[in-house]
């Protein structure tokens, strides 16, 4: 079946610009979540989502990114006033329900964000 | 200290060898575990859960120490095909499911 995927897979945009980067789990997985990923790092938590709701959003930088998932499928992750240490790559990944063995997660390829 | 540690690497080894990465997390309640493998951009893919009981897929075995806090992935007859890099993640006991990645282990399989 289908995999995660992610639109744009690169995004080029200059400081100050606002973005969005969309994701589109596995059908039929309740949870989702926002990684993003530095050069040389592992990725690092963002946001997850159980159904429409963000469970957890304790790894947002600040308040210029938001990130919504109103229909419990698609989400959309969304940087405004964008800085060039924003430049990473944005990893989403879905899982079948959140916790426990059922928490095995599924990566998209990612969007390549490069602020200028 | 970083919540999930591995050592960044690179290791070198020969085909054919058997290579052993550890990864420690310091969080004593951590519930879940895996491995990732990461080619050269391209996304992670999930290569194994890690069992209390421990778990083998083939040429790939992986562990988990609770008492000591670390998990480990072993690979035997290691093939040129092996070489990428290699991220343990944790899952957090009552953080719901996000997963903690370490930093990424390099492995370069050469003829």
């Known amino acids: 079946g289908a995999g995660v995927s992610q639109t744009p897979s690169n995004k080029v945009t200059e400081k100050g610009k606002y973005v969005e980067l969309r994701c589109d789990p596995i059908?039929?997985?309740?949870?989702l979540y926002w990684y993003r990923q530095s050069l040389g790092q592992g990725p690092e938590f963002l946001i997850y989502f159980q159904g429409t709701g963000a469970a957890d959003d304790s790894g947002l930088p600040n308040d210029r990114f938001f990130a919504v998932r109103p229909e419990g499928s698609v989400s959309t992750l969304k940087i405004q006033r964008t800085e060039r240490g924003d430049s990473a790559v944005y990893l989403c990944?879905?899982?079948?329900?959140?916790?426990?063995?059922?928490?095995?997660?599924?990566f998209g390829p990612g969007t390549r964000l490069t602020v200028l | 200290r970083k919540e999930v540690e591995q050592d960044p690497g690179p290791f070198n080894v020969p085909e054919g060898a058997t290579v052993a990465f550890n990864c420690t997390y310091s969080n004593s309640a951590s519930q879940s575990f895996f491995w990732y493998r990461q080619d050269c951009r391209k996304e992670p893919k999930l290569l194994m859960s890690?069992?209390?009981s421990g778990n083998e897929d083939g040429r790939f075995t992986a562990q988990l120490n609770r008492a000591s806090q670390y998990i480990s992935l072993l690979i035997r007859d290691s093939k040129l095909s092996d070489s990428a890099t290699y991220l343990c993640?944790?899952?957090?006991?009552?953080?719901?499911?996000?997963?903690?990645f370490g930093q990424g282990t390099e492995l370069s399989v050469k003829p």
């Open positions: 890690v069992y209390s």
């Open positions: 990944a879905s899982s079948l329900r959140r916790g426990g063995r059922n928490n095995e997660q599924f």
């Open positions: 059908s039929g997985h309740t949870a």
């Open positions: 993640a944790v899952n957090p006991y009552n953080q719901g499911g996000k997963l903690i």
